[in-house]
């Protein structure tokens, strides 16, 4: 069975530091892996998703995510909080009939 | 285009009454689900359509929870007998068909039962 795990249910930065936000997966087929943003009082948006190919997905706002099997990770990064990048963001993995298993969810704070 | 679209956007109930959330999906997409999602929690599957029919419902708490959907179009969520602990943001998604494809989600119904 598929599974998401993030770390660190909340992650605060400074406005310009880099953000990092973690999420390991457990799958036993190759997995299709998504990162969603969800601002306040929004529904989810997608950030970027891997399916195959190129390991480093570029996703919107300057988001990045490596596909790193050995690791069984998928992290997301942005080398430059801005503030506007406060939101909660939720990694996930295709399980069967191809819903989207999430993960907990990590709070992102941007501070000045 | 329009997006997906979830009413009500809020909904308070008093426990023990029966509440009904619909979604409208993006038209052409033949996949739609349905997620919960508690304050402080990640989202939890619920149920799964294809077209008209519900080939995964195996996040459905219990049988007080039903779905249905009607066609490739409008779906219901129907929470028979409401408890406090179904209080909860239920987002709909839907998709043009399965694999890959990522889901669009509405932005979601927030259910409070009193």
């Known amino acids: 069975a598929q599974s998401v795990t993030q770390l660190g249910s909340h992650v605060s930065v400074s406005e310009g530091a880099l953000v990092l936000l973690r999420c390991n997966y457990s799958?036993?087929?190759?997995?299709?892996l998504f990162w969603y943003v969800q601002y306040p009082n929004q529904g989810l948006q997608l950030l970027l998703k891997y399916t195959t190919g190129a390991t480093l997905v570029k996703g919107i706002n300057g988001f990045e995510a490596e596909f790193k099997k050995s690791e069984t990770s998928f992290h997301l990064t942005k080398p430059s909080a801005h503030m506007s990048d406060a939101a909660e963001y939720f990694c996930a993995v295709v399980g069967g009939y191809n819903k989207l298993i999430f993960g907990a969810g990590t709070r992102l704070a941007v501070h000045p | 285009g329009a997006g997906v679209s979830q009413s009500p956007s809020n909904k308070v109930t008093e426990k023990g009454k029966d509440v009904e959330l619909r979604c409208d999906p993006i038209s052409g997409h033949t996949a739609l689900y349905w997620y919960r999602q508690r304050l402080g929690q990640g989202l939890e599957f619920l149920i799964y359509?294809?077209?008209?029919?519900?080939?995964?419902k195996s996040g459905l708490p219990s049988d007080r929870f039903s779905a249905e959907r009607t066609g490739e179009s409008v779906s219901t969520l129907t929470i028979q007998r409401t408890q406090q602990e179904d209080s909860a943001v239920y987002l709909c998604a839907s998709s043009p068909r399965d694999g890959n494809s990522p889901l669009h989600f509405g932005n979601g119904t927030r259910l409070t039962v009193t």
């Open positions: 799958s036993s087929v190759p997995p299709y």
């Open positions: 359509f294809q077209g008209n029919s519900a080939p995964d």
